[in-house]
């Protein structure tokens, strides 16, 4: 079988957060060079890539030399997320393909997408076992953020996507409600960890240097950085001094 893109990368994985009109081509080489082992497009709407909008496939265009990229989509109906995601994998051929279960935005929430689909696992299941039927060979991720403060609700959900076969899942550490306040709450990405040892875990929110790294990759499979990329996408050079 293929070897999927994270299993090819030497841990900690440093990876390019999905950020809308942010994580785009010249963002996501600038990342590359700098020594991120890994990029996330920016949301794509699955209804957008079934009905062959235009503006969809330039949002999923790419070149080699930010391989591996991973794709993410959104939607909240399974039969088109499961067609979206095969349209990609056959005429884009990323090297991975992410649902959004994070979007904390009320249109977001009005069409059923996003963080809201946190408050029920099994419908998000139901998207991640529909896609996963349709994908051929493409490895399947999910970004998230945490359902609650409660990190039962945090376990429970994740399982719920890891039982219907995400092989690697990034956590946003905020609740949807918190949007950018507060801190990101690591203890809920190390419990998952240790509940789930074979699934892949990212941690995300609030790594702005080194040592904010080191801080916090714990047992974590790699991390996304967001924010701080953004303003210097320089910052992997000094992160991926961890890896010495
Ligand atoms: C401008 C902006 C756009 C974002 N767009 C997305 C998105 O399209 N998909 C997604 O999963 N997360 C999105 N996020 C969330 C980020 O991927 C990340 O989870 C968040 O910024 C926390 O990480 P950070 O503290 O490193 O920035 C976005 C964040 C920002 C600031």
Redesign the pocket.
């Known amino acids: 079988m293929k070897i999927k893109w994270f299993e090819e990368i030497e841990k900690p994985i440093l990876g390019l957060?999905?950020?809308?009109?942010?994580?785009k081509s010249p963002l996501r080489i600038l990342c590359r060079r700098a020594g991120a082992d890994a990029v996330?497009s920016?949301?794509i709407a699955g209804e957008a890539v079934i009905r062959r909008i235009p503006q969809a496939f330039e949002m999923a265009q790419f070149s080699k030399q930010e391989r591996p990229i991973i794709i993410?989509i959104?939607g909240a109906n399974p039969e088109s997320m499961a067609r979206a995601a095969r349209i990609i994998e056959d005429e884009i051929k990323p090297d991975g393909i992410?649902i959004?279960f994070?979007?904390p935005v009320q249109k977001a929430a009005k069409q059923g997408f996003g963080s809201c689909q946190l408050k029920d696992p099994e419908a998000a299941a139901e998207i991640v076992c529909s896609i996963k039927k349709a994908l051929k060979n493409t490895p399947l991720s999910a970004?998230m953020?945490i359902p609650s403060k409660d990190i039962e609700e945090t376990i429970n959900f994740v399982k719920s996507i890891y039982d219907a076969g995400v092989k690697l899942v990034?956590i946003?550490a905020?609740t949807p409600t918190q949007k950018?306040r507060g801190l990101?709450d690591w203890k809920h990405v190390y419990a998952v960890k240790e509940k789930f040892p074979s699934l892949y875990i990212l941690g995300?929110?609030?790594?702005?240097s080194l040592k904010d790294l080191k801080e916090k990759i714990g047992n974590l499979d790699g991390v996304?950085?967001?924010?701080?990329?953004?303003i210097n996408p320089q910052i992997f050079i000094e992160l991926k001094s961890i890896k010495r």
């Open positions: 957060a999905p950020m809308h009109q942010v994580s996330f920016e949301m993410q959104f992410d959004n994070g979007c970004k953020r990034s946003h905020r950018y990101a995300n929110g609030d790594i702005k996304l950085v967001g924010r701080a990329a953004k």
